[in-house]
Structures are given as structure tokens and as C-alpha cells.
């Protein structure tokens, strides 16, 4: 018998550290086709053979679309403070421009308003991938135009919804976008393209700063950010080769997204790496990049260790892997965010997704996933260890509420705390999120007994 996860860690966090949960539109809701909603690249981009690992798509997933108010439910019995959700861009506005499809805003609007009267904060993505296909047809994030299309969306989304929404992300990893979805071609739209990919990433860069400016233009009251996946990324050994590699590789992941929003520039290493592939930059458009944040997300899964000469073997540590195979490194995400603060001036920080893939089988009821809950804790910690180091942090949110689609590995790799049967939809909660309901009671305690001695004084 494994001892119990411990519920109480020996970090403190701020009574308004914020608490919560994730998802995205097109990895839940299903419905593609319903109620008006246009064809996104994915939709497309499953219908290729070969694309995604069990022939699976998104037409069905998790059925959020139908099962919402059950699935509110869920979230409001675990506990959290924040769940972070996305909007569906082509259920919105089916081709990207022009008319919004009502009966689309209306399910987001169900939604935000059914967070609320559970007492929820509703955190809001507007693009986690789902580009309408239409958009596509006309150059997709590598054309300049959908700079322009997306500020409208967003101030669209944010005039029916802003009032209500904690916090707008603009776009959920820029990185995954850029580069497996037009260099390495892996996700929707699956291009091969460096030079596309460069210039995919400054229009999700540019579009994020336009669309800030336009939102407090328009006098939204939403904190506003964007999420980025960052790793800390080290050398396989101390050869110069290894270290050389693994810069270029910090510059390509890490550096080529936080200069520009931080500092108004594109690493130089990288820039002169990219030879030809570099983006088109218009005057202006760096500044427009580095616009105000109200906060950063970070996503953490694992970290990046690169060999100059080729791939490295991931077991080559014998560190514990999930089962997309990935390194279980929580001192990883400590060093990170130390990292961060120590290298950028920024605003407050999230981690607005960690979680873990492990192969769980439902048993009499229940999911015994013992590792899951450990991932989870251990994570936990590493970001108190961060805040106890002096990292602003302000918030951490566990991927994923329910199993779901995940990209081009289908539904085969389950990152839940709450179990979906792909048969019947059923939802049943793991282990690991019982540990988490019964983790968030005790902070909710904490923060209760601190507000009552603050009221005594
Ligand atoms: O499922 C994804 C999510 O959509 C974006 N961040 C990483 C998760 C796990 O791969």
C-alpha cells in the first residue's frame, strides 16, 4: 500500500492564489457540426489518413456540448476557483469573418454564466488551435489577414462576454501552432514549412498584441495575457556541441517567444540561425508585440534535453515517464519559473496547465491513479517552491478536467482527473481527482482561518 499523498504541503500560498481546472474547445465539446458551427482545421485535418494515431476526430469527443450543466457540476464539486475553458472560433463566426453565429455565442455564454451562479471564475482561451477552416483556405496564421480577423473575433467574443470573464487568454501555445502544426507538420494544418512556421509565430505574436490594445480600447475589463508551453531546456552532455544545440533550441522555444513580448526583440542567435526563414516584420509590429500583460500562463509538462548529435534517448535518465513519454521532472518547473523571473520583467504568473497521461483502467467504479495524484502534488510544490523563491505566482490549473481528444495521438492518451467511457460518455472521477477536492478543501480552510484572524486583529 502506497502512503497517502500528503494534503498539506510545507508550502504556503497567498489566500488569493487561484485554483482551477483546464480544457479546450475542440479536445471536448464535439457537436462539429451542430447548431452552425463551420469546420475548423482540425476537423479537417483528422479526415487525412495517417494523421492521428486511432483514425479518431472531434466530431463526437467528450460531448461537453450537450452534457455542459453535468460537467459544471463536476468542476464546482472539485472545488476550484478558475476553470479555464476555450472558445470554439468556428462555432462563433463559421468562416472567420463576417456573421456571428448566435446559437455559438449562446452555448459560451451558458457556460460563463452557469460558471458564475456555481461561484467559478470563468478564465476564457479564444484560440486553442481551432481555426476556422475557411481562414485556412485563405493562408491560415501565415497570412497577415488573420491578424486582422482574429482582433475582430476577439473583440466580438469580448464585447458579449467580457464583462464577465476573469481573465482572456489570447492564444494557447503559439509554439505548438508555429511550429508541429507548420514545420514538422504533425498538427492541423500540417504543413512542412520553416519559413511558414517563422511567420505563423510573429502573426500570433502580432495578433496577441493588436488584440490586447483593441480589448482595453473597447474598455474590456479582463485581465489579459497569453499562455506559453516553456520547458527548461539543457544539454545531453557537457560537450560545447551539446550546449551549443541546446541554446539554439532554448532560443527556438523559449527565447523567440518571451524577447519579443518582453523586451520588443527576436533573439539574435536565432534570427541569424534562421537565415531565409526568418519572418516578415512590418515597423510597428514589435512594439505592438510588446503591449502590457496582466498576466503570463505557462504550461509544464516536462523538460527538454537536446544531443547535437540527434534524438535523445528519454530513458536514458531513468526517470519515471507518463505515457506520452515524457520525463516526470517537477524541480524542472522550479527552475523554470526561477529562470523566468530572473531573465524577463514580468507580470504575474500562472501555470495554467500540468497534468499527466498515465493508462488508467476504470475498475468497479473507480480509477486508481496513485501516479496522477503524485504528478499533481509534486507539481504543486515545485510552484510553492517557486513562490518561496519570490516568483509571483498567482495561480496553478491541473490538464485536464476530463479525459479527452488529445491531437494527433487520439483519444488513446487519457490526461483526466475525471474518466470518460468513449461508449457511453459516462464521466467518472479518478483518484486523482478526489485527491485534489480533498486538497483544495484544506487550502480553502487555510485561506478561511487566515481571513478570520485578519478580522480578529
Ligand atoms: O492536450 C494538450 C493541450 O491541448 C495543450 N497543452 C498540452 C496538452 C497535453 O498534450
Not at 464535439?30 to 479526415?47: L, M, Q, V, Y
Not at 483518484?431 to 484572524?453: C, E, G, I, P, T
Amino acid at each position: 500500500m502506497n502512503s497517502p499523498i500528503p494534503l498539506h504541503p510545507r508550502h504556503r500560498f497567498p489566500p488569493d492564489f487561484v485554483w482551477g481546472v483546464a480544457t479546450s474547445s475542440f479536445q471536448i465539446e464535439g457537436a462539429a457540426g451542430a447548431d452552425g458551427k463551420g469546420e475548423s482545421i482540425w476537423d479537417r485535418f483528422c479526415r487525412q489518413p495517417g494523421a492521428i494515431a486511432d483514425g479518431s476526430n472531434g466530431d463526437i469527443a467528450c460531448d461537453h456540448y450537450h452534457r455542459w450543466e453535468a460537467d459544471l457540476d463536476l468542476i464546482a464539486k472539485l472545488g476550484v476557483d478558475a476553470y479555464r475553458f476555450s472558445v470554439s472560433w468556428p462555432r462563433v463566426q463559421p468562416l472567420g469573418q463576417g456573421a456571428f453565429n448566435a446559437p455559438g455565442l449562446d452555448f459560451y455564454e451558458r457556460i460563463v454564466d452557469g460558471l458564475l451562479a456555481r461561484g467559478i471564475r470563468p478564465y476564457l482561451t479564444l484560440n486553442h488551435w481551432d481555426l476556422p477552416q475557411a481562414l485556412q483556405d485563405a493562408g491560415g496564421w501565415a497570412a497577415r489577414d488573420t491578424v486582422h480577423r482574429f482582433v475582430d473575433y476577439a473583440q466580438h467574443v469580448a464585447a458579449r462576454l467580457g464583462d464577465r470573464i476573469a481573465a482572456i487568454t489570447t492564444h494557447n501555445e503559439p509554439w505548438v501552432v508555429a511550429v508541429l502544426g507548420h514545420e514538422a507538420g504533425i498538427f492541423a494544418p500540417g504543413i512542412r514549412h520553416r519559413g511558414t512556421a517563422m511567420q505563423v509565430a510573429h502573426h500570433l505574436l502580432l495578433s496577441h498584441g493588436l488584440a490586447l490594445q483593441a480589448l482595453r480600447a473597447q474598455g474590456c475589463r479582463s485581465r489579459l495575457g497569453i499562455v506559453l508551453n516553456l520547458s527548461p531546456i539543457g544539454p545531453a552532455t557537457d560537450s560545447p556541441e551539446d550546449a551549443a544545440a541546446a541554446r539554439l533550441e532554448d532560443g527556438r522555444s523559449v527565447r523567440w517567444y518571451m524577447d519579443p513580448l518582453f523586451k520588443g526583440e527576436y533573439p539574435a542567435d536565432v534570427w541569424q540561425h534562421l537565415g531565409g526563414d526568418v519572418p516578415q516584420v512590418e515597423p510597428g509590429d514589435l512594439e505592438a508585440i510588446r503591449t502590457t500583460m496582466d498576466f503570463l500562463g505557462i504550461n509544464y509538462y516536462t523538460r527538454g534535453v537536446v544531443s547535437a548529435s540527434g534524438a535523445w534517448d528519454v530513458h536514458a535518465s531513468g526517470k519515471p515517464l507518463t505515457d506520452m513519454g515524457w520525463e516526470i521532472v517537477p524541480e524542472g518547473l522550479t527552475e523554470l519559473l526561477q529562470r523566468m523571473h530572473r531573465d524577463w520583467t514580468l507580470p504575474p504568473l500562472y501555470v495554467m496547465e500540468n497534468g499527466a497521461a498515465f493508462r488508467d483502467t476504470l475498475e468497479g467504479g473507480r480509477v486508481h491513479d496513485r501516479e496522477r495524484s503524485d504528478y499533481i502534488a509534486a507539481h504543486i510544490g515545485a510552484v510553492g517552491d517557486a513562490l518561496a523563491a519570490g516568483v509571483p505566482m498567482a495561480g496553478y490549473m491541473v490538464w485536464s478536467l476530463m479525459d479527452n481528444f488529445e491531437w494527433s495521438s487520439g483519444y488513446a492518451k487519457r490526461f483526466g482527473i475525471v474518466h470518460v467511457d468513449y461508449e457511453t460518455l459516462a464521466r467518472t472521477p479518478k483518484d486523482s481527482y478526489l485527491w485534489y477536492r480533498d486538497f483544495l478543501q484544506v487550502q480553502h480552510a487555510k485561506r478561511a482561518a487566515a481571513a478570520a484572524l485578519a478580522t480578529a486583529r
